[in-house]
């Protein structure tokens, strides 16, 4: 079935530093790609998106392209800060059918990340 | 703040119990989606409610259930509940029905024990 693999963390990185999170997807179909962040003690907060191969999502400073020839999604930030710490999730939907009816959503087991100044 | 609430923040109780519970949406969402986060499991979509009726259905336990009422909130039944149902369970909400865009209330945090 549909699912999305992540690399693990945690990651640690100093500020101004490049960030790349990885994630890449197995899909029957062609499913819309996601990145979500989650601060602590927060709900998630949808970061970026893209639906259809090619599409860059941008949002903050993060960007991912989504690239069906390597069936990845990776996170990218050329210079992260000190408020960028959090947990970032890579997501996939899966379309069931042009009702949107039984759709279904995974994520990834999400990567932590810190930045340090 | 996403304007998404759900009550309570924490919730307490012993094994075999039943608990509720409850998700407002986003004012104008019609679209309500449940997930639970654990350790073990991950971040999993239980189930989602557009507009009063059930919509899609991930992986959600026979002995959970859901409903989503005319005013639009949620509640998500959690029944015969056991230690592993332990777990932060969030509820989301989205203008339509296709996942898109969903902002995600703060969470209820359900300890069993």
């Known amino acids: 079935g549909d699912s999305v693999t992540q690399m693990e963390g945690p990651v640690t990185l100093s500020e101004e530093a490049f960030l790349t999170i990885n994630c890449t997807y197995t899909?029957?179909?062609?499913?819309?790609l996601f990145w979500y962040v989650q601060y602590p003690g927060e709900g998630l907060q949808l970061l970026l998106k893209?639906?259809?191969?090619?599409d860059k999502g941008s949002n903050k400073g993060f960007e991912a392209t989504y690239r069906k020839e390597t069936t990845s999604f990776h996170l990218e930030k050329g210079s992260v800060q000190v408020s960028d710490s959090a947990v970032y999730f890579c997501?996939?939907?899966?379309?069931?059918?042009?009702?949107?009816?039984?759709?279904?959503?995974?994520f990834g087991t999400g990567t932590s990340l810190t930045v340090i100044p | 703040d996403s304007g998404v609430t759900q009550t309570p923040k924490h919730l307490i109780t012993a094994t075999g119990q039943r608990v509720t519970l409850r998700c407002s949406p986003r004012?104008?969402?019609?679209?309500v989606y449940w997930y639970q986060q654990s350790l073990d499991q991950g971040l999993q979509f239980l189930i989602q409610?557009?507009?009063?009726?059930?919509?899609a259905k991930g992986n959600i336990l026979e002995r959970f259930s859901a409903q989503q009422f005319p005013d639009l909130h949620s509640e998500l039944n959690l029944s015969s509940l056991e230690l592993g149902d332990s777990a932060l369970y969030f509820c989301?909400?989205?203008?339509?029905?296709?996942?898109?865009?969903?902002?995600f209330g703060p969470g209820t945090r359900l300890t069993v024990t």
């Open positions: 989301a909400s989205s203008v339509g029905p296709g996942f898109n865009e969903q902002y």
């Open positions: 899909a029957t179909g062609y499913p819309s």
């Open positions: 893209a639906t259809k191969a090619d």
């Open positions: 997501a996939l939907l899966y379309t069931a059918g042009v009702t949107n009816t039984g759709n279904q959503f995974y």
């Open positions: 004012s104008g969402d019609l679209s």
């Open positions: 409610y557009y507009n009063g009726e059930e919509r």
